[in-house]
């Protein structure tokens, strides 16, 4: 079980937001960077967010990311058909030995 | 334009050791560092541990500890995942990830689907 929690689905239609919440606590996002990906159905993860609020060259204005306390969140807005799939945020955890985690990753449906 | 090649699908028995490669191009390949991350079937992301090309420096993540070894090869540009005594809950598909900074991974491997079945 990973020690940083999403919602395990969030749901809108086209056109509209969602946001995405990563819980973790002092020893992971409290105080190392987060990083957003998404992983569409049979490939592989593809890096949104990094150093919680940066998007790599590429990724659409519609992704956002922000960071507060021992939370992150994840932003899509005008939400496309193209947008359904998994979520997962990611950041260093020095209770684990500095060990990388993921969240446990959020699905996102286009209704 | 960066480029990760995995090792294709492999199908291991209980006990038997699994080796992954993951060869790079596109880019220096000792600058960065690469991780390797797996996926259960229908399950999150698992971060496995990580290797440094420049120096062969490992960090590996505790589930794995005694288990699993990560090299690399400079001369070839390749990096390997070895895990020993595989079990069932070893299927999976293994990735591995070039970072661009730590924790940051932009370039990924397609990923090598593993099946541990007797």
């Known amino acids: 079980q990973s020690v940083l929690t999403q919602p395990p689905s969030v749901s809108a239609a086209p056109g509209q937001k969602v946001t995405i919440s990563c819980s973790g606590s002092s020893s992971n996002i409290g105080n190392n960077y987060v990083s957003w990906y998404q992983q569409l159905p049979g490939t592989a993860p593809k890096l949104l967010i990094y150093e919680n609020d940066k998007r790599p060259s590429g990724i659409p204005d519609r992704f956002s990311g922000s960071k507060s306390g021992t939370s992150a969140t994840l932003g899509i807005t005008g939400l496309q058909t193209g947008d359904e799939a998994d979520y997962y945020c990611g950041t260093w955890d020095i209770s684990l030995s500095d060990n990388y985690v993921f969240g446990t990753g959020t699905k996102v449906t286009v209704l | 334009q960066v480029n990760l090649v995995q090792s294709g699908a492999e199908v291991k028995k209980p006990g038997a050791s699994l080796k992954v490669s993951c060869e790079a191009s596109g880019y220096t390949f000792t600058t960065y560092g690469i991780s390797w991350v797996r996926q259960a079937p229908g399950q999150g992301l698992e971060w496995m541990g990580w290797v440094s090309p420049y120096n062969g420096n490992t960090k590996f993540a505790q589930n794995f500890q005694g288990r699993v070894t990560m090299t690399t090869d400079t001369s070839t540009s390749t990096a390997y995942m070895e895990l020993r005594s595989l079990r069932s809950d070893d299927t999976a598909v293994y990735y591995c990830?070039?970072?661009?900074?730590?924790?940051?991974?932009?370039?990924w491997g397609q990923g090598t689907l593993v099946t541990v079945s007797s």
């Open positions: 990830a070039r970072e661009t900074v730590p924790g940051t991974y932009n370039y």
